[in-house]
């Protein structure tokens, strides 16, 4: 059973274009909502994370838009540049204060910006 | 501050062989977590340990599968009898507790 559901599994934005990826989760005991960036050969790098009290975080160029209701969040990638050529995995788990579950990645986005 | 260290980056073994894959968390970390990601696939999660404790080894195969994180020295995940099905990239991600974790740039297991 997939808990959390990604989507598009690839995209193409020209430079300077906005980039949208979605998920959607199904156990509603999650707490928290990262974003992770990897490049081949790389480990998952953290981006940007939220939490479900708040609807909406931007760090930078990067935002993740969060709908509590519908169990959905995005990442808006905003003037995407060819360096955010990379495969982006959303990602959600359970628990704070003195430790957490391991994390319930999605299956990836492989995002390319052409410039 | 160093990042999470894993080690060796890349490691070929024969079927029937054993793997050792160690993992030195970030300064300050208690909290390993050990992933499995396979090609074109997202990171499934395997175990999660504390110093001298495992906390969930839930996404662990029951056999041939084990992970350590002593009071000294690196987590190590072992992996015995290796068989072709465990070739994979073997993530490990360490955290000073709540939710935040931090990857290392994982080991890659070839079984030829």
């Known amino acids: 059973q997939q808990q959390v559901k990604q989507s598009p599994q690839s995209l193409i934005v020209q430079k300077g274009g906005i980039s949208i990826i979605n998920c959607a989760y199904e156990n509603t005991a999650f707490d928290y909502f990262p974003w992770y960036q990897q490049f081949p050969g790389k480990g998952p790098a953290l981006l940007i994370a939220i939490r479900p009290d708040v609807s909406e975080k931007k760090e930078g160029r990067f935002t993740i838009s969060f709908n509590k209701s519908a169990k959905q969040f995005s990442l808006h990638i905003m003037d995407s540049q060819p360096g955010d050529s990379a495969t982006y995995f959303c990602?959600?788990?359970?628990?704070?204060?003195?430790?957490?579950?391991?994390?319930?990645f999605g299956k990836g986005t492989h995002l390319i910006i052409q410039p | 501050n160093a990042g999470v260290m894993q080690n060796p980056r890349h490691l070929v073994r024969r079927r029937g062989q054993e793997a050792r894959l160690r993992c030195s968390p970030m300064?300050?970390?208690?909290?390993v977590y050990w992933y499995r990601q396979l090609p074109e696939e997202g990171l499934k999660f395997m175990v999660y340990?504390?110093?001298?404790?495992?906390?969930?080894e839930s996404g662990m195969p029951k056999e041939r599968f084990s992970a350590e994180f002593p009071k000294e020295g690196p987590s190590i995940l072992r992996i015995q009898q290796v068989v072709r099905g465990d070739s994979a990239a073997y993530f490990c991600?360490?955290?000073?507790?709540?939710?935040?974790?931090?990857f290392g740039a994982g080991t890659r297991l070839s079984v030829l």
């Open positions: 300064k300050g970390h208690s909290h």
């Open positions: 340990l504390q110093k001298e404790n495992i906390i969930d």
């Open positions: 990602a959600a788990s359970k628990g704070s204060g003195g430790g957490a579950d391991g994390l319930t």
């Open positions: 991600a360490s955290s000073p507790g709540g939710n935040i974790q931090y």
